[in-house]
């Protein structure tokens, strides 16, 4: 048998005339094998220069070299940037990453958490808001907690502070709050919010940090200034047509979006509409996802580490920390661009 870039561990085997468990027996390691066989799988592995299947060898190790990665949407520029920093950090150790999308729904995110205790994965790491229900707090820490006793890390990306896992946490407050500020200081008064579900704790926090800082100024949001829509592009435009649909003079002369994919289903809203944007109209994001740079105009945000809250997250799950839990906090920066200005008198 020729030497070629697929040889498989049967052919390794069958080349030498053991079985496939022998063969896999030898070249992993994992018991010893009569002289005579280990002799053979050896001359033919080199014969045909065997590669081993490196995933393959980290699925069959699963309890030493397996992370389970869980996000809320994939798709989503922000959890894949945080996603990139976590994969980096665990191809640096070596280490198989299975990543899981939810769909952000809270139920499929127990059930990969107990799929991944059924595969004894060696570290788990969660990414994106938790939820505002008692009911997923309870059946995610029946999950977690005799996974944490068994050996397993356990570390988390801007979740709720009940879950007893290691966390890394955006400053999504104090960033929402600073952005606040500025456009305050810019000139609006009249602002709108296009808010995902309320249910997430990510939407909680920059929600509140925004409308608190904006009443320190005297500004305060109404009800219907607060636009709960879904989380993603095609939420951003439904809500911002809304807010189209209101009479110019009701109009917010700023429209703030909780995440930078919001914001530009909001852009796109507006420009179909006419509506030219920072003249007749500011909109402002958050995440600083690397393509809201190159919109035109581009984005006014802000700017979280995202790469860097992966790297942090994975790097918590290999060190583990025993019983107690940390919390790394990663600050925010505003970055005015070209969707924000003055309001026009």
Known sequence: MKAGPHVTLADVASSADVSLATASRVLNGTASVRMDLRDRVLTA????????NAHAQALAGGTHRTVGVICHDVSDPYFATIAAGVMKVANAGGLLVMLADTFRDPDREV???????????SAIVLIGSSFEDRSWERAMAAELEPYRRGGGQVAAVSRHRGLKVDTVQPDNRGGAAALAK???????????VLAGPARLTTVCDRLDG???????HGVTLAGEDVLETAFCREGGYD????????????????????TDVMAMGALAALREAGVSVPREMSVAGFDDIP????????????????????????DLALKGSGAR??????????????????PRR
């Not at 059930?111 to 994965?121: D, E, N, T």
């Not at 500025?182 to 709108?192: D, K, P, Q």
């Not at 839990?325 to 924000?340: D, H, K, Q, S």
Request: hydrophobic residues 50%; aromatic residues 6%; charged residues 25%.
């Open 45 to 52: 592995a080199a014969e045909l220069a065997y590669a081993p």
């Open 111 to 121: 059930a990969y958490v107990s799929a991944l205790r059924a595969q004894r994965a």
């Open 182 to 192: 500025e456009l305050v200081g810019l000139g609006h008064r009249r602002f709108a």
């Open 210 to 216: 925004f409308a608190g800082e904006l009443a320190a």
């Open 239 to 258: 809500a911002a047509k809304r807010l189209l649909d209101r009479p110019k003079r009701q109009r917010p002369t700023c429209v703030f979006a909780v």
């Open 291 to 314: 393509v809201v740079r190159d919109l035109t105009p581009a984005l006014t945000t802000v700017a979280l580490p995202l790469e860097q809250l992966g790297e942090r997250a994975m």
């Open 325 to 342: 839990t940390r919390t790394i906090r990663l600050g925010a920066e505003v970055v005015l661009r070209e969707t924000t200005a003055r």
